[in-house]
């Protein structure tokens, strides 16, 4: 069964602008865990105090997840994700030319001693060791095979193959991760794919399908340059395409606009699962389908994220889609008049980048010739009045009632007595009315709301 790493708090805290508080990263854990993702991948603990603390107090919440620090291959780095308390610590290093000539000044033979060197440290320590061959596609790969599976006879049982740069097309990932399991001693494989073409997610289900065991993700795509697949994106891919059910989609709106919140790094409107336009329709063809039956243009149902579709008016709309929007409203028309509405709506559209749904009930307004008080244009507004404890609230209710800008009134339970429904042509008018409540005998206290709509409940 494949599973999720995800590394939000480690290769996410790597994207440019994002830095975490540890009350987050322990938020993020937990959230993470609820989805079910099977493993966490906490932080580096050797980059700075907090991500140590981060990564010990993950540790501590005894999550369900298993919890993954990262480390360079040295000794001091191993040594801070054991005093974490972290069950699992991966020790990385580079295995391309470039990597090893250009920044490690180190030989092959040499990055094999260290690599094994370390694992074994890791291992004589109680740790599970993920040896990450960093830059694994633009490695040598009869290298990459030694390097592995010397990796593995040192105590890793994980080796993660790093697409470092995100420069493999899918059928290549497919090829390297079929010939990798064959060539590799037994082990699980993780996949770790940058998405600098827009491939990373394409990248690991066709790993997946080679034999990998493992897809890596960051909440939003998250993470250097341009991030690792989308932990939201991968889940709902799993489940859909591939059958895998075992993640929990409810969170996954949740954690997405939480890291939102947090980060300030907000997601594309187009962006697939969470982005806004994700169940958006728009044409008049795609609308008239979904109206009649989601499938039509919708490959999954929203409500499985929690999230509900959003039909869109504008000069691309057809009749359908608005005769349904005004229904939304109470309101029904005749054939001629939807017609007549539709055409607005077009010229409208020409003429605006956006028609809300006042400008559409405001059209059929002038077509059909009706009063359809839904966005008032007079001031109307919710009046609450505390009453003093003394006086029977009864005796303010009479006087209310024949004020003439009052529509409503109704006795309540909780901080306030009454609610006023009151119309007035204008704000001075409603400032006047307001000054009067606070001298009428009794009213001890007032609190004023604007409406901006009214639904057809309250129509009728
Ligand atoms: C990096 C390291 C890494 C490691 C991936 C892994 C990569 O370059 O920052 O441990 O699986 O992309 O190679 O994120
Ligand atoms: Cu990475």
Known sequence: MVEILDSTLREGEQTPQVNFMIEEKLEIARMLDRIGVDMIEAGDPSVSPNVFQAVKRIAALKLRAEIVAHSLATKSGIDHARDCGVQRVVVFYPTSKIHLEAKMHRSEDEAVAIVCEQIRYARSLGLKVRYTPEDASRTDFTFLVRVCNAAIEAGADRISYADTLGILQPHEMFERITDLRRSLLPCKIDLHCHNDYGLALANVMAGIRGGADCIHTTVNGLGERTGIPDLCETVLALRNLMGVEKY?????????????????????????????????????????????????????????????????????????????????????????????????????????????????VEIAERVTGRVIDIFPKDINALVMIAVESHVYTGAVVQRLKARKEVSSVYELTGDYDISLYVRVPNTCDLNNFIEELRLMPGVKTTDTRLVLKKHAEVVA
């Open 248 to 360: 929990d989609l409810h969170g996954l709106t949740e954690i997405s606009a939480y890291l939102e919140r947090s980060t300030g790094f907000f997601m594309a409107p187009n962006k697939p699962v969470t982005g806004l336009n994700a169940f958006s329709h728009k044409s008049g063809v795609h609308t008239n389908g979904v109206l009649k039956d989601p499938r039509t243009y919708e490959n999954f149902d929203p409500a499985l994220l929690g999230r509900e579709r959003r039909i869109v008016i504008d000069k691309y709309t057809g009749k359908r889609a608005v005769q349904v929007r005004l229904e939304e409203y109470g309101v029904t028309v005749n054939g001629e008049d939807l017609d007549s509405i539709v055409d607005e709506i077009k010229r409208m559209g020409d003429e605006r980048k956006m028609l809300h749904d006042a400008d559409i």
